[in-house]
């Protein structure tokens, strides 16, 4: 099993970013997806979910109407989309395959990718 996020960087405040993640080694299109993040020193927090299928998802209110979660089950893939940035948001970005219990919490998930780092200045 393998998670692999991608497209982290270093951005200003306001700006767009579009993280990816590829999934391999599990039925990608059967789990539903989570983006959690982690910033220095702090718990690692939900940022956003959609279902297996692409059609339902939810989002932490810190990002809601800024942030867009998506996926492509051809391409076993699930997307970020960030936009109006801010340097709060500012942390290392994980996707997850949910397993089983709460979208919302990080022991719900089975698999965890790496990490791709989002750096916002001000």
């Known amino acids: 099993v393998q998670l692999q996020a991608s497209g982290g960087g270093l951005v200003q405040a306001g700006g767009s970013l579009r993280l990816s993640c590829a999934a391999s080694?599990?039925?990608?299109?059967?789990?539903?997806m989570g983006w959690f993040r982690q910033a220095p020193g702090k718990e690692r927090e939900f940022i956003a979910v959609?279902?297996?299928?692409?059609?339902?998802?939810d989002y932490a209110d810190s990002v809601k109407g800024r942030f867009t979660i998506s996926r492509d089950n051809a391409k076993n893939t699930v997307y970020l989309q960030m936009s109006s940035l801010k340097p709060e948001d500012t942390a290392v970005y994980y996707c997850?395959?949910?397993?089983?219990?709460?979208?919302?919490?990080?022991?719900?998930?089975?698999?965890w990718g790496q990490g791709t780092l989002v750096t916002v200045s001000s």
């Open positions: 080694g599990f039925t990608f299109s059967s789990y539903t």
């Open positions: 997850a395959a949910h397993g089983i219990g709460s979208y919302y919490s990080t022991r719900s998930y089975h698999f």
């Open positions: 959609v279902r297996w299928s692409g059609d339902n998802t």
